[in-house]
């Protein structure tokens, strides 16, 4: 099984900040298949990012993917209100498995 | 427009059954593979189970393997879980999820109780 270690557990941000959420695997992820959930309080998960770095249909482009083998980024380029979420992270191989996830704090 | 929705959670005593449903729509739901993912209360997201397009294929999370079986009848766009031996620990949301570059669709879960 591959076992995802997302860091930091919390970020706290101000509107405007950049966000840097990582995603590390114990081995690698074949052909990429990482993706990344944004959940909002109360709603179910929203796909963000697949492939490791192409972005879903919808999702602005201040939200971006980036990483190969087995460190994985997902970046908020310029912090929003809306962003305020749990991420996760997530590889979608034969045996799926998730990260932890990141909360994203709006200070 | 793309429709997942979960049905079938509720109260159930430890040891209990319990099937859950998935209806589909806005898609062809026979050329897809469909998941089951689950989360604990103020816990994070668990794979749970997938079942390829025509069904023939199944593959299950370590905890659930032997208790849980998925299937799908693909002529009414229904995906379900059907849940025996039911335990305190497998309480939480149950999501439906359709498979496509990633998690493409997610339902918006039904909450299964286990507790006596």
């Known amino acids: 099984e591959i076992v995802l270690t997302q860091s930091p557990g919390t970020l706290s941000l101000s509107p405007g900040e950049r966000a840097t959420l990582s995603c590390r695997a114990s081995q690698s992820v074949s052909s990429n298949y990482l993706a990344w959930y944004q959940q909002k309080p109360g709603q179910a998960p929203r796909l963000v990012i697949f492939g490791a770095s192409s972005r879903a249909t919808g999702i602005p482009d201040r939200l971006s993917g980036s990483g190969s083998g087995t460190d994985f980024t997902l970046t908020i380029s310029r912090l929003e209100p809306e962003d305020l979420a749990v991420y996760y992270c997530q590889q979608y191989g034969t045996s799926p498995t998730f990260g932890q996830g990141t909360k994203v704090e709006i200070k | 427009e793309v429709q997942l929705v979960e049905s079938g959670g509720g109260l159930v005593q430890p040891g209990g059954s319990l099937r859950l449903s998935c209806a589909a729509s806005g898609f062809t739901f026979s050329s897809y593979w469909m998941h089951w993912v689950r989360q604990a209360p103020g816990k994070g997201l668990v794979w749970v189970s997938r079942i390829n397009s025509d069904g023939s294929s199944t593959s299950y999370a370590d905890s659930v393997k032997g208790r849980f079986t998925i299937s799908r009848d693909n002529a009414k766009n229904t995906l379900y879980l059907q849940m025996n031996s039911l335990r305190a620990e497998d309480t939480a949301v149950y999501y439906c999820?359709?498979?496509?570059?990633?998690?493409?669709?997610w339902g918006q879960g039904t909450l299964v109780t286990v507790s006596s």
């Open positions: 999820a359709m498979r496509s570059e990633g998690y493409r669709e």
